[in-house]
């Protein structure tokens, strides 16, 4: 019995990479909801507003530490907010990533596409795997290489 390999998103042309590419997500009423709430908290974080109510929990809680006799409990308040506050933001600001990285992907997809003489292949790269990737890298380099080498000597393979 012949075992079929189906080919990689990177393998057809024809649209864009399918929504099984770890980089494309569902379009499920969660993972909506679960977008919206991330774009929202990355972008309020990211503002001076969230930055100034940091300043103030810290300078708050510096204050407080002789009021507490800078006891094990004063300390354990701001690891474990700085903490919780780390564990989750992680999570926020990956989902940011992976939506902002897809949108560039597309772009680059739309350029690649429109311009006559790029390669096509390229569209839907960032599925593949590291061992492809390093493959194709080795592949540009062995041609920017013989294309300067060519420049020098004033020699093209591409003649009619």
């Known amino acids: ?14 649209t864009v990479p399918d929504t099984s590419s770890p980089a494309y997500a569902a379009r499920h009423p969660l993972t909506r909801a679960f977008d919206t709430f991330a774009s929202a908290v ?6 001076p507003v969230a930055f100034g109510m940091a300043v103030i929990s810290i300078v708050v809680w510096a204050v407080t530490g002789p009021v507490f006799h ?12 700085t903490t919780i506050v780390t564990f989750v933001m992680v999570f926020l600001i990956q989902q ?16 690649l596409a429109s311009h006559r ?9 960032e599925d593949a795997s590291e061992e492809e990737l390093r ?14 080498s060519e420049a020098i000597t004033g020699t093209s393979s591409g003649t009619a």
Not at 71 to 81: K, M, P, Y
Not at 97 to 111: G, I
Not at 135 to 148: I, P
């Open 1 to 14: 019995m012949r075992k079929e390999t189906l080919p990689s998103s990177t393998d057809t042309l024809d």
């Open 42 to 47: 990355t972008r309020w974080a990211g503002s």
């Open 70 to 81: 800078y006891s094990e409990d004063w300390q354990l308040v701001i690891n474990t907010g």
């Open 96 to 111: 940011s990533q992976n939506k902002d990285s897809v949108a560039l992907h597309l772009k680059l997809n739309e350029l």
């Open 117 to 125: 003489q790029a390669d096509n292949h390229l569209i839907g790269i």
């Open 135 to 148: 493959r194709l890298a080795a592949a540009y380099l062995k041609m920017t290489t013989k294309e300067d």
